[in-house]
C-alpha cells in the first residue's frame, strides 16, 4: 500500500471486547511499527477516548477517541460480548459506515464480523469469524458468504477473522500484505509465535 502520508493503523477498543482480539493484533503490528522501514504508527482509540473493560477484566486506556484518532489506513475491530450491543447501536453503525468510506482497509477479529455485517460491510461478501457465531452471522445478513475454514478472510478491502487467536495470523497477512512476507516473517521470529498446542 502506498499512501501520501505515514501509514497509521487504529485498533477500536470498546467495554467488553475480548482481549487477545486486541493485544494479538497489536503485539504484532506494534512490533511491525518498530522495526520496519516503513515506520507505520498504530493506535489504539474507543468511542469517547474513556478506557474500557475488557470482556474478562483487563482495562485497556486508549491514546485516543474515535473524533481525534485522525486519519488512519487500516481499522482492526476486534469481537467479544461488547459486539452484541454495538450491532444494535444504530449510531454506532452509522460511524462504522462512515469509517468505511474513509478508510482503505477495513478488518475485524471474531465476532466483531458481526458488527459489519450489521453495518451492510459484507453484504455478498466472502467472510470469517468465530467458530460458534456463524448462525448469528447468517441471521443478521445471510447473503454473507460464510467461510466456516480460514483463519482469516482477505476480501480486498475487508479482512475478517476466525475467533481470538486467528487475530494474530490475520495481523501478521496484514504486515505481510502492506510490507513483505519477509518482513511478516522477521515479525513472527520476534514474536516467538510459532504454534505447537501441548493439548
Known sequence: MTTGSPLRVGVFVFDDCEELDV??????????????AL???VVTFSADGAGVRCAKGLRLVPDHGAADVGPLHVLVYPGGQGTRTLLRDREHLDWVRWMRARVPLMTSVCT????????????????????GAFDELAVIDPSVLRDTESRFVDDGDVVTSAGVSAGIDMALHLVARLDSPEEARTVRRGIQYDPAPPV
Not at 23 to 36: D, F, I, K, N, Q
Not at 113 to 131: D, F, K, N
Request: hydrophobic fraction near 50%; proline fraction near 8%.
Open 112 to 131: 466483531g464480523a458481526l458488527v459489519y455485517a450489521a453495518a451492510g460491510l459484507l453484504a455478498g461478501r466472502p467472510a470469517t469469524t468465530h467458530w
Open 23 to 36: 493485544v494479538g493484533p497489536y503485539e504484532v503490528l506494534a512490533w511491525w511499527a518498530r522495526h520496519s
Open 39 to 41: 515506520r507505520p504508527e
